[in-house]
Antibody
Framework: EVQLVQSGGGLVQPGGSLRLSCEVS????????FDWVRQAPGKGLEWIAS????????NYADSVRGRFSISRDIARNSVFLQMNNLTGDDTAFYFC???????????????WGQGTLVTVSS | DIQLTQSPSFVSASIGDRVTITCRAS??????LAWYQQKPGKAPKLLIN???TLESGVPLRFSGGGSGTEFTLTIGSLQPEDLAFYFC??????????FGGGTQVEAK
């Protein structure tokens, strides 16, 4: 069973930056899609970013576009989320996820990291 | 973006009850819908994909149905381990991957 292990997160001041990492326990072909999802404390799930294949294949939610950047390091089996110009609205648990069968039209999020808390506060 | 509206937002049911949660999409999404279960402090777990396909290892008391704009998740006989939050998600890669607002299933 594949495992996604997250690191990064913590307390950051408004306007600051943070980088989250997500290491996958097994090799994921370049064609696998990865996503980041966040959840404000006590709230629902919000998809924020996805990537596949190369940097040109990245997509973002309106709430983070231009501030967040998703990337992959295939050799290190890792996915990253660079978060810049953070505000209090970005305070949330952040989850990475690997989508299922890359040849499927159904982009369900089959495997998830354990989540990491990002708190934006002065 | 496609909006997903779940109802009810809260369910209080007895162990052994049949529980049904509804997810309505703001436009036709065919069968591009998934259901997740989330327990406090844990990551979501995929239960059902393509509206009605049960993931491996998920108990058979869970079932999904519907297509187009209206979908359901049914727990045939509620068990203590099923007390959790449930979310629907549209999974068509042509659109943003929106989630429903969630339904909390609690024991009566």
């Amino acid at each position: 069973e594949v495992q996604l292990v997250q690191s990064g997160g913590g307390l950051v001041q408004p306007g600051g930056s943070l980088r989250l990492s997500c290491e996958v326990s097994e090799f994921s072909s370049v064609i696998y899609h990865f996503d980041w999802v966040r959840q404000a404390p006590g709230k629902g799930l919000e998809w924020i970013a996805s990537t596949c294949c190369d940097a040109r294949s990245s997509n973002y939610a309106d709430s983070v576009r231009g501030r967040f950047s998703i990337s992959r390091d295939i050799a290190r089996n890792s996915v990253f989320l660079q978060m810049n110009n953070l505000t209090g609205d970005d305070t949330a648990f952040y989850f990475c996820a690997r989508e299922g069968n890359p040849y499927s039209d159904y982009h369900s999020f089959d495997d998830w990291g354990q989540g990491t808390l990002v708190t934006v506060s002065s | 973006d496609i909006q997903l509206t779940q109802s009810p937002s809260f369910v209080s049911a007895s162990i052994g009850d049949r529980v049904t949660i509804t997810c309505r999409a703001s436009q036709d999404i065919n069968s591009y819908l998934a259901w997740y279960q989330q327990k406090p402090g844990k990551a979501p777990k995929l239960l059902i994909n393509a509206a009605s396909t049960l993931e491996s290892g998920v108990p058979l008391r869970f079932s999904g149905g519907g297509s187009g704009t209206e979908f359901t998740l049914t727990i045939g006989s509620l068990q203590p381990e099923d007390l959790a939050f449930y979310f629907c998600q549209q999974v068509n890669g042509e659109f943003a991957f929106t989630f429903g607002g969630g339904t909390q299933v609690e024991a009566k």
